[in-house]
């Protein structure tokens, strides 16, 4: 199973990033993906994510109106964009792989078990 996330960089405080999730090694049409962040010292947090078919979706309330996840079951890949991205967004962005749903989506780190090395994502005030 590989994760491999791309996209992430620096932008100043507005500014919108395209996140991408490109996998290998598993049937990915029935795995949910998500979307984590992590800050040193603290607890992953699910951004969101979505469920095998992308029928269901998750986002923090955090990100709710600014992100959007969307998947390609032909690309086997996800994307996040995020737009009027803010300072509170800086982190490491991980995306990560859970055997799924069909009725439903859990974004829990602890539902996954199978993670990317991350991509950082730093937005400037």
């Known amino acids: 199973v590989q994760l491999v996330e791309s996209g992430g960089g620096l932008v100043p405080a507005g500014g919108s990033l395209r996140l991408s999730c490109a996998t290998s090694?598993?049937?990915?049409?029935?795995?949910?993906i998500g979307w984590f962040r992590q800050v040193p010292g603290k607890g992953r947090e699910g951004v969101s994510c979505?469920?095998?078919?992308?029928?269901?979706?998750f986002y923090a309330d955090s990100v709710k109106g600014r992100f959007r996840i969307v998947r390609d079951n032909v690309k086997k890949s996800v994307w996040l964009q995020m737009d009027n991205l803010k300072p509170e967004d800086t982190a490491v962005y991980h995306c990560?792989?859970?055997?799924?749903?069909?009725?439903?989506?859990?974004?829990?780190?602890?539902?996954?078990?199978?993670w990317g090395q991350g991509t950082q994502v730093t937005v400037s005030s």
């Open positions: 979505i469920s095998p078919s992308g029928d269901y979706t």
């Open positions: 090694g598993f049937r990915f049409g029935d795995f949910a």
């Open positions: 990560a792989a859970d055997l799924g749903y069909t009725d439903h989506v859990i974004c829990s780190e602890y539902e996954y078990e199978n």
